[in-house]
């Protein structure tokens, strides 16, 4: 049976806690430049892993379609998926009394390993926007 070294799992811990707390303060807090109208709200959290040649990317983006969300590539190499999280019908005419999901526009932004990808799968499943890149150079 091994030990855990203390130190160690105590470190990575905080780690997780730090990345946590930074995860939901670019969440739910925007600067205020970025109240304006078109100007993305809130960052859906993605999960990224590897497989050879093949990234895959998971963003949870729950009750919006495929269709909906533009997915593109930026000069720096990062991908990007922007769309909008609309209100749902019974909450546009209604009081709110307890808002927890995200609603309004997103975008968030991934940095991709170096080298060139084509995008070769994109779906949504279980509220998540599924894309595989593969690398072409």
Known sequence: MTTRNPRSWMWAEALQMLDEADR??????????????????????VDVFSDGDDVWLFFAVPGVS???????????GALIVRGERRLPLPARSGSIRRLEIPYG????RVSLPSGRFELFARQVDHGCLVLGLRRIA
């Open 105 to 108: 526009r997103f975008e968030r």
């Open 24 to 45: 939901l303060q670019r969440r739910f807090f925007t600067e205020v430049g970025a109240r304006e109208r078109h100007a993305p709200s809130w960052e859906p959290p």
């Open 66 to 76: 495929a269709d909906e969300m533009e997915v593109l590539v930026d000069e720096a």
